[in-house]
């Protein structure tokens, strides 16, 4: 049993381990209501259950526990989602190198594989925790409550979740962050806003990366802008270059507004 | 993927519920899913045999009812019906609609024995 959030193996298989008795018993006696008639007498009844349940409503409840604690520990927590290789840990690598003196800061990597990116942040200077997903293309709020535990995420700090590298799943599942950031690089392509609509509509900012790019890729960044906001009237905008540094203090200064200090 | 992960949420919450409302077996599942949700009805109907193999709702019957999109403008504050979350408004043109159903996925109710 996990003691910070009461999951575990043993809670759930033993509160279903009679159902599912009953269920392989019902079974075994050839109880389908699938593919023939009944003749026999039937002495069970069916009924309706109503249920009114959001699919996501256990990771949401997760969500909502990790940004309580988030609120109550002053933790600024930002999801970071992209399509791969948009520039979302050189991001996090450029921004540790200017705000590490200024707040702590902590990063929570999500990828399917590898400890490549953990090991990037933990070079930079400031304590980070992979996350494999292996299957899985999306993080989710289980997982992150776990990670802050393991991770010991200091109060007054930024905490950076970089999400699976995925444009699509990611979108529906909250992590009690108080931001999705979605980077978009110039070398994908203007209109990922309108393909991929959920992700950008889900997004409170969208960073237009590799901006010093431009000049060699057929990317219209008022075009972008303007199917960002036909599916998300709200987003906020910044384009910067990571690489280069161009523009990149207003992002800065955008975090330096929002993380509290001690 | 995106969608096995959903399904298999649904089959948790079923299991949940045949505890607390004491029944064994689930034999028809209702879904209402928003045509503006992220999720793709044929991909979940696909999955849905797969992820209830072995479980309570095995052999159960999947139904889906999906709910439109509305949203409204930004500009002329109509009411507007909307396919896709990028949809410009049908009287004025504006493209800032703002969504207000049609994001839903939930499970509405289920038949069980």
Redesign the interface.
Known sequence: MCGICGCGQTD?TT??KP??R??QH??KHGH???GHAHAHAHH????????????????NAYAEQNRAYFQQHHIFTLNLVSSPGAGKTTLLVETIKVLKDRFPIAVIEGDQQTEHDADRIRAAGVPALQINTG????L?AHGIGHAIMDLGVRDHSLLAIENVGNL??P??FDLGEAHKVVVLSVTEGDDK??KY??MF?AADLMLINKTDLLPYVDFDVERCI??A?????DIHIIKLSTTKGDNFSEWTDWLIKRVKPV | MHELSLLENVREILENHAVQQSFSRVSQVTLEIGKLSCVEPNALRFGFDVVMKGSLAENAELTISEINGLGVCRQCQRQVEMESLYDPCIYCGSPFVKVIQGAEMRIKDLIVI
């Open positions: 759930n509160k279903l159902v599912l009953q269920n019902l079974l389908s209501h699938h069970e009844t069916e009924r309706l259950v109503k249920v009114e349940q959001d699919l996501l409503s256990k990771n299957r899985a293309c999306h989710d699509v799943c979108s529906s806003p309108i609509p959920d509509h303007q199917y906001r036909q599916v998300n009237p």
